[in-house]
């Protein structure tokens, strides 16, 4: 296995040798090709954004605070209880919902939800039934919902979109226009209503809310955008495909207050300020389990349909609704990351400059991102760029790793029996500290490498430790080894004549019938005694 292994390891070093700058060109361009095509094609990574948004919004250090002008009223589990021992098990009779509605838009609010469809009359209650069609028509800001069916049922309705209240047309002079729609069933109930849909992306993760839904001609209003309306807000259509809801999940929720209070008050029991409904927005809705409706959101798996309408309305009056940055902009900083960092591999620069600049600069796309979407409403999104130059990195390096470790003659990555299969070796110390010097050495080498082979050659660069005391001045001085197989005569390489001329010392050492670890020694013997004297030359004459 380890021999394997180890094969495998040295197959891979020989090869990224060979390859050696331009595979970092390359990687760079099948990554953006990659780019590229899914950009176009809105695949993964449209789809994987959407992923990493909600995380993002699930994580982020701040949200908004909830407006306080909006009031959810909850019909949970307490209520079922409590207003269940007078009026019976859910659903009660409509006198029930019509004297609290009754009661709240006494209090001057400035709209009020009624979060619950009424499609069917009460079987034992028409007084109830009576008594919420009067109050609807009594009091102008109490909203009803309906229901948009789908628009492929829209050919056997007889209803035209037209005649619903609000309804916005697209046209000048529509057409007949039919719509599929189940309707509160009362008069009154019809004068005022907004369309209940909500709409989950195609993963089924509700994150934008759509004020106006449309049919062929027409787009019919929401509900929330009917309550916007009675605030005195407005909507724009055409912003609408550009924000996402910005919800309330750092700051607290939206006031709350249970149905069961309202009903004991209203009954004689227990005391309910009924006075904190003025200049309020109200929302009754359903939250108990079996008769709410929950939906997944980007904030949460489980968020029912009162509070995803209550930050509809609250992102419409306040401007809160987050934007998301253009997503051809995160591709062309990707982009960019793509080009910067392979000319910097490229280039041959500091790895460990590489690294420092990697490190900040990812932190900051970090930084960015989760500021921006914690403290603004433009969310500034750096994941993909985040992502590709991980990605590019994490290559890059693996691969400059296995290259140097080659180059160094590492164990793992370079054979070392070609040693013992050489007569002769070559030492060349390359001067990296004179002006052009790095592009002729590199020049050098690679004549070396394509005269003798990539496997015959070590390239060492930090052959001593240059952080040390003593090993500061080596820091200028890079080392090329050349294993010569049999019958290769130095004189004959022009790499060794290229060398000569540009003033680097060249020494042709003898190690045939040499053994691993005495070429070793003797390699290192005449390194000492090449390089050493470059420095102990000027000493020993003044001495």
Same mark, same amino acid.
């Given at each position: @296995?380890?021999?394997?292994?180890?094969?495998?390891?040295?197959g891979?070093?020989?090869?990224?040798?060979?390859?050696?700058?331009?595979?970092?060109?390359?990687?760079?361009?099948?990554?953006?090709?990659? *780019?590229?095509?899914?950009y176009?094609?809105?695949?993964?990574?449209?789809?994987?954004?959407?992923?990493?948004?909600?995380?993002?919004?699930?994580?982020?250090i701040?949200?908004?605070?909830?407006?306080?002008?909006?009031?959810?009223?909850?019909?949970?589990?307490?209520?079922?209880?409590?207003?269940g021992?007078?009026?019976?098990?859910?659903?009660?009779?409509?006198?029930?919902v019509?004297?609290?509605?009754?009661?709240?838009?006494?209090? =001057?609010?400035?709209?009020?939800?009624?979060?619950?469809?009424?499609?069917?009359p =009460?079987?034992?209650? +028409?007084?109830?039934?009576?008594s *919420?069609?009067?109050?609807?028509?009594?009091?102008?800001?109490? $909203?009803f919902?309906?229901?948009?069916? +789908?628009?492929?049922?829209?050919?056997?309705?007889?209803?035209?979109?037209?005649?619903?209240?609000?309804?916005?047309?697209?046209?000048?002079?529509?057409?007949?226009?039919?719509?599929?729609?189940i309707?509160?069933?009362?008069?009154?109930?019809?004068?005022?209503?907004?369309?209940?849909? *909500?709409?989950?992306?195609?993963?089924?993760?509700?994150?934008?809310?759509?004020?106006?839904?449309?049919?062929e001609?027409?787009?019919l &209003?929401? !509900?929330?955008a009917?309550?916007?309306?009675?605030?005195?807000?407005?909507?724009?259509? =055409?912003?609408?495909?550009?924000?996402?809801?910005?919800?309330?999940?750092? /700051?607290?929720?939206?006031?709350?207050?249970?149905?069961?209070?309202?009903?004991?008050?209203s009954?004689?029991?227990?005391?309910?300020?009924?006075?904190?409904?003025?200049?309020?927005?109200?929302?009754?809705?359903?939250?108990? &389990?079996g008769?709410?409706?929950?939906?997944?959101?980007?904030?949460?798996?489980?968020?029912?349909?009162?509070?995803?309408?209550?930050?509809a309305?609250d992102?419409?009056?306040?401007?809160?609704?987050?934007? @998301? @940055?253009?997503?051809?902009?995160?591709?062309?900083?990707?982009?960019?990351?793509?080009?910067?960092? =392979?000319?910097?591999?490229?280039?041959?620069?500091?790895?460990?400059?590489?690294?420092?600049?990697?490190?900040?600069?990812?932190?900051?796309?970090?930084?960015?991102?989760?500021?921006?979407i914690?403290?603004?409403?433009? $969310?500034?999104?750096? !994941?993909? +760029?985040?992502?590709?130059?991980?990605?590019?990195?994490?290559?890059?390096?693996?691969?400059?790793?296995?290259?140097?470790?080659t180059?160094?003659? $590492?164990?793992?990555?370079?054979?070392?029996?070609?040693?013992?299969?050489?007569?002769?070796?070559?030492?060349?110390?390359l001067?990296?500290?004179r &002006?052009g010097? /790095?592009g002729?050495?590199?020049?050098? /080498?690679?004549? *070396?490498?394509?005269?003798?082979?990539?496997?015959?050659?070590?390239?060492? !660069?930090?052959?001593?430790?240059?952080?040390?005391?003593?090993?500061?001045e080596?820091?200028?001085?890079?080392?090329?080894?050349?294993f010569? &197989?049999?019958?290769?005569?130095?004189?004959?390489?022009?790499?060794?004549?290229?060398?000569?001329?540009?003033?680097?010392?060249?020494?042709?050492?003898?190690?045939?019938?040499?053994?691993?670890?005495?070429?070793? %020694?003797?390699?290192?013997?005449?390194?000492?005694?090449?390089?050493? +004297? @470059?420095?102990?030359?000027?000493?020993?004459? %003044?001495?």
């Amino acid at each position: @296995m380890k021999t394997a292994l180890l094969s495998v390891l040295q197959g891979f070093g020989s090869w990224c040798r060979r390859w050696e700058a331009r595979f970092y060109l390359l990687l760079a361009a099948a990554i953006a090709v990659l *780019l590229l095509a899914d950009y176009s094609l809105q695949g993964f990574m449209g789809r994987g954004s959407q992923v990493v948004y909600d995380q993002l919004v699930k994580f982020r250090i701040s949200s908004p605070a909830p407006d306080p002008r909006i009031v959810i009223i909850d019909i949970d589990e307490r209520s079922l209880q409590e207003v269940g021992r007078d009026q019976g098990r859910w659903p009660w009779s409509n006198s029930v919902v019509a004297e609290a509605l009754a009661t709240i838009a006494e209090e =001057s609010p400035q709209a009020i939800l009624l979060n619950q469809l009424v499609s069917e009359p =009460s079987k034992n209650d +028409p007084e109830g039934d009576a008594s *919420l069609n009067e109050i609807a028509g009594a009091y102008p800001n109490i $909203v009803f919902p309906f229901v948009r069916l +789908p628009a492929a049922n829209d050919g056997v309705s007889q209803l035209d979109a037209a005649q619903l209240p609000g309804a916005r047309a697209l046209v000048p002079s529509p057409p007949a226009d039919p719509v599929a729609a189940i309707l509160p069933l009362f008069e009154n109930l019809q004068k005022r209503m907004g369309a209940s849909n *909500l709409y989950a992306d195609r993963d089924g993760i509700i994150r934008r809310y759509q004020y106006w839904v449309p049919t062929e001609s027409h787009v019919l &209003p929401s !509900t929330a955008a009917v309550i916007v309306q009675l605030a005195g807000g407005t909507i724009d259509i =055409s912003d609408e495909p550009n924000a996402k809801l910005n919800w309330r999940n750092k /700051r607290g929720d939206y006031r709350r207050v249970s149905f069961a209070d309202l009903y004991a008050a209203s009954q004689g029991r227990g005391s309910f300020d009924w006075s904190m409904f003025a200049g309020k927005i109200v929302i009754i809705g359903a939250t108990a &389990p079996g008769i709410s409706v929950i939906k997944p959101t980007s904030a949460s798996i489980t968020t029912d349909d009162s509070t995803i309408i209550a930050t509809a309305i609250d992102d419409a009056l306040n401007g809160t609704a987050l934007r @998301m @940055m253009p997503s051809w902009v995160a591709l062309l900083l990707a982009l960019g990351i793509l080009v910067a960092m =392979s000319r910097a591999f490229m280039a041959g620069a500091d790895q460990s400059t590489i690294n420092r600049v990697f490190v900040i600069g990812q932190l900051a796309l970090v930084v960015i991102t989760f500021f921006s979407i914690s403290f603004s409403n433009f $969310v500034i999104d750096m !994941t993909l +760029p985040f992502n590709v130059g991980l990605v590019y990195f994490t290559i890059a390096k693996t691969y400059f790793s296995a290259q140097h470790a080659t180059e160094l003659g $590492v164990e793992y990555f370079w054979d070392g029996s070609r040693v013992g299969k050489a007569q002769h070796a070559v030492i060349i110390a390359l001067h990296i500290d004179r &002006p052009g010097m /790095r592009g002729v050495g590199l020049r050098i /080498r690679r004549l *070396l490498e394509r005269e003798v082979s990539h496997d015959a050659v070590l390239h060492l !660069t930090d052959f001593v430790d240059v952080k040390t005391f003593l090993g500061k001045e080596f820091g200028n001085i890079e080392l090329l080894v050349a294993f010569l &197989p049999d019958g290769v005569a130095p004189e004959s390489l022009q790499s060794v004549v290229q060398a000569r001329q540009n003033g680097h010392e060249v020494l042709l050492v003898d190690i045939s019938g040499l053994n691993e670890n005495d070429t070793r %020694a003797k390699l290192w013997r005449e390194v000492v005694r090449m390089v050493f +004297p @470059m420095y102990l030359t000027e000493p020993a004459r %003044a001495g």
